[in-house]
Each structure stands twice: as structure tokens, then as C-alpha cells.
């Protein structure tokens, strides 16, 4: 009964080639994150969803797409990917965009580029 | 826009010794704060959040923050330090861009409890 999942857990894979990540929450909310942490952890939000609309989009290399199948659903595409896209990427949820909700987050995707 | 700044990278206490991680913020208007905290290799799990209710705010496994505007902070207590408390914490405000709100993170503070 995991409230947000992600798949995969750990990715490895050569510069250039396109990936995603999968991400569903079953906590019934409505808005959706992608955060990126980087080797010094620190964390900023990529994208935002609500009810399958994009509401944030940050200044992130449009090799980047978000897709939302569904509200359940937010997924991330990364196209020819690099050396600096190495991360942990994190999806996140809330009930809906408001300032005191808090988010929940899945266990993170841990993306290595050789 | 919003900001937060965690003034220590590292903290280093002992067991059963109290514990504080210290946050402030900035902020136009009166924001709304959380705390969460990352065991290594996992997800993000909120310890406590300020919604302009009670300025102490009391959370999970025995933190506790008081939002304090006199000095524009939100520090995390603990009375007594556990092992398991090892952590990185986030001091996190929630910030309304174009239309929406968004989370503006801290930069960690590492949290290493000595036996």
C-alpha cells in the first residue's frame, strides 16, 4: 500500500540515450511533482502537475518532458541524456496546490549517465 | 520571492543530548513552513509544518519548531538526540509563483548523533 511509487528505483545508463521514469501515487490527490536532488542534495522542484495540467515549469533543458496519463500518474521522459543529468530525481504529491499542503514523496530514482 | 537558509551544513550531537537545526526565512507575507527529514537512501517524510495556527508546532518523533517572525525563524528542536535521528533535514516554504504554490527547499542540514 505504498502511497507514491516510482520506477525505477536505480538507473544506469550511456550518455545520449532517452529514459524514463515512472511515478503513481494512490493517495487520491491532485497535483503531482518531479523534484531534481543534486550530489550535494540539494533539491529543486522540475514540474507540477494538477489534474493532468502542467502549473510549474521550471527553467529545466526541454530534454525534459513530463507526461500526465492520468492524476494517479506523472511520468518523466529524458531525452539524450548527460553527464549532468545524474541525480536523484523524486515525485511528489499533494491534495492540491496550496500553500500549506504537504507533499509526499516516493523514494527517489537514483539516475547515473556514464 | 521566498527563501529559506539553514544556517549549519553539519550538526554533530550526542545521544540523549538536545538538539537544534536552525532555519530562517524570508518572506513578503506570512508563510508557511515544514521541516522534513531524508534517512540515506530514502524518501522525504515531513517531521511538522506551520500554517499561521500555533507558533509551536509539535511533530513526529519528538521534534518540535516554533515560528518566531520577531526573528524570522522556524528552528527544530529535540530535547534528546536518538541514533536513529541521523539525518539530512530540510527547512522548506512554501511559495506562491505564477498562480500556484511551490516548494523552496534549504539547503540540508546534515544531522550525525555520536554514541
Known amino acids: 500500500d505504498t502511497a507514491v511509487s516510482q520506477t525505477p528505483k536505480y538507473l544506469v545508463t550511456q550518455m545520449g540515450n532517452d529514459k524514463s521514469i515512472k511515478c503513481e501515487q494512490n493517495l487520491g490527490h491532485d497535483t503531482m511533482y518531479w523534484y531534481k536532488q543534486d550530489s550535494k542534495k540539494f533539491l529543486k522542484i522540475m514540474f507540477s502537475?494538477?489534474?493532468?495540467?502542467?502549473?510549474i515549469n521550471e527553467t529545466v533543458p526541454n530534454r525534459f518532458s513530463p507526461k500526465s496519463p492520468d492524476k494517479a500518474h506523472l511520468n518523466l521522459h529524458i531525452n539524450s541524456l548527460e553527464l549532468g543529468d545524474s541525480a536523484v530525481y523524486f515525485c511528489?504529491?499533494?491534495?492540491?496546490?496550496?500553500?500549506?499542503?504537504?507533499?509526499?514523496f516516493g523514494p527517489g530514482t537514483r539516475l547515473t549517465v556514464l | 520571492a521566498q527563501s529559506v537558509t539553514q544556517l549549519d551544513s553539519h550538526v554533530s550531537v550526542s545521544e540523549g543530548t538536545p538538539v537544534l537545526l536552525r532555519c530562517n526565512y524570508s518572506s513578503s507575507y506570512s508563510p508557511s513552513l515544514f521541516w522534513y527529514v531524508q534517512h540515506p537512501n530514502k524518501g522525504l517524510q515531513l517531521l511538522l509544518k506551520?500554517?499561521?495556527?500555533?507558533?509551536l508546532v509539535k511533530g513526529i518523533n519528538g521534534f518540535e519548531a516554533e515560528f518566531k517572525k520577531s526573528e524570522t525563524s522556524f528552528h527544530l528542536t529535540k530535547p534528546s538526540a536518538h541514533m536513529s535521528d541521523a539525518a539530512e533535514y530540510f527547512c522548506v516554504v512554501s511559495d506562491k509563483g505564477s498562480g500556484t504554490y511551490k516548494y523552496i527547499f534549504g539547503t540540508g542540514t546534515r544531522l550525525k548523533v555520536l554514541a
Open positions: 511528489a504529491s499533494s491534495p492540491t496546490g496550496g500553500s500549506y499542503n504537504e507533499q509526499f
Open positions: 502537475y494538477n489534474n493532468k495540467e502542467l502549473i
Open positions: 506551520y500554517t499561521s495556527a500555533a507558533t
